[in-house]
């Protein structure tokens, strides 16, 4: 069997499938259950194109790995085919453990279970499936080899990660401002002292690329009403794991069922391969296929929030640089408390605060270097002559108010 295929990707165009350990990594029921998860989650609700998958998402993040190597070998830094490969597969399977709505799941059915620990448990499996061909990504991924370079391509500030899903992300929800220049950027890629650095001459598409981040923050990532789908699904998985806790039957796929009645710990997920088994079963359409029939659930609060939901009829939200007043929030409360006959505890569900970060730039870890024309190093933040870049390293932190519009 023919397993140099070659994919057409909407961004990219012609993308290779490199080998033939990768075109079955790909083929894994693990890589192919990214197809039915969706990249960017709720953002659809907003921008209707943003139906891209995080299968999209790692095949062009595996072809930006290609072309970068591709560029550090011509400038004469030596990658061995093993290590071409290892990168390959690291950048490859880097998001493999994203659950479905990643970031709701992350707060409720799998609370407090990172999905990059989830994705290193899952290419340990895979490599003993694999017989130990992956060791080497799987040190590369976690950071753990002497070519820091080559890690620094998988995860950093300026990694392939970012660089293909801000370009992937832009063009799917058609907001121009996340656009990036990523083939000027790769192009200035070099390494020194086996770090990555960015030759100066490429300085103002790191600039861009900085700023485009920040700006799609908050046009897209964080956008008020993408907030508003992700916290009413929070809301809605919630309510269901506490029905489900209490013994109530709940319709749903039997891999979700698992993750509703029982509550797992760190610890636990780690040391049995059960849990791991039911999470690599669970897709988007476990979850919205749920939520459509929950809509006629006997419990009034999952269904009014499942309702909501399908019929996007979202949250309003509030964002401001202070807390809300509290009288604010009482009052909205008890509002809604009286409108559904709510107890204290229930209207929480519908009336709630909580916080929200923005960091475009961290220059305390893997800071993006500028090799100057002296070949000394110099950090973005300072070799720019862009004042506000320096402010992207401040952590811009604002509080959110949700509650129903009928209020």
């Not at 400038?75 to 970031?103: C, M, N, R």
């Not at 604010?328 to 229930?346: G, K, S």
């Not at 024309?373 to 952590?395: G, H, M, Q, V």
Request: include cysteine.
């Amino acid at each position: 069997m023919n397993k140099k295929k070659i994919i057409n990707d909407p961004v990219y165009g012609f993308i290779n499938i490199p080998s033939e350990v990768v075109f079955d990594l790909i083929s894994h029921p693990y890589f192919q259950r990214l197809r039915y998860i969706k990249q960017l989650g709720m953002t659809h609700l907003v921008y209707p194109g943003a139906l891209h998958t995080r299968f999209h998402h790692a095949l062009g993040a595996m072809h930006l790995m290609s072309l970068a190597i591709e560029v550090l070998r011509g400038k004469g830094h030596e990658i061995t085919v093993e290590e071409e490969e290892a990168a390959t597969i690291a950048i490859l399977l880097h998001d493999i453990g994203h659950g479905p709505f990643s970031h709701a799941l992350e707060h409720t059915l799998v609370n407090g279970i990172k999905h990059e620990d989830i994705s290193m448990f899952m290419m340990e499996k895979l490599n003993v499936e694999f017989e130990g061909r992956l060791t080497l990504a799987i040190n590369i991924f976690k950071g753990d080899y002497h070519k820091h370079f080559l890690p620094q391509l998988v995860s950093s500030q300026l990694d392939l990660d970012r660089m293909d899903y801000l370009n992937r992300d832009s063009f799917f929800t058609g907001v121009s401002e996340g656009v990036i220049s990523f083939d000027r950027i790769i192009k200035m890629f070099n390494v020194l002292d086996n770090q990555l650095v960015i030759e100066e001459k490429g300085i103002y598409s790191i600039e861009k690329f900085l700023i485009a981040r920040r700006l799609m923050y908050w046009q897209v990532y964080l956008h008020k009403t993408v907030i508003a789908g992700e916290m009413l699904l929070v809301k809605i998985l919630e309510r269901a794991k506490k029905l489900a806790s209490n013994g109530e039957i709940l319709f749903a796929t039997p891999a979700l069922q698992h993750f509703l009645k029982n509550d797992i710990a760190e610890i636990d997920f780690f040391s049995t391969e059960d849990h791991l088994l039911q999470f690599s079963k669970l897709d988007d359409q476990d979850i919205f296929a749920s939520v459509k029939v929950w809509v006629d659930h006997s419990d009034n609060i999952l269904s009014k929030l499942c309702a909501m939901l399908t019929q996007r009829n979202l949250y309003k939200v509030e964002i401001s640089n202070n807390e809300p007043y509290e009288n604010r929030v009482r009052d909205l409360r008890e509002r809604m408390a009286a409108f559904l006959n709510l107890n204290e505890t229930d209207v929480c569900y519908f009336v709630f605060t909580d916080i929200i970060r923005n960091r475009a730039y961290n220059a305390g870890i893997g800071n993006i270097n500028i090799l100057l024309k002296n070949n000394t190093i110099i950090d973005i933040a300072k070799a720019s002559d862009l004042s506000n870049l320096e402010s992207l390293d401040k952590t811009v932190k604002k509080h959110i108010l949700c509650y129903p519009r009928i209020i």
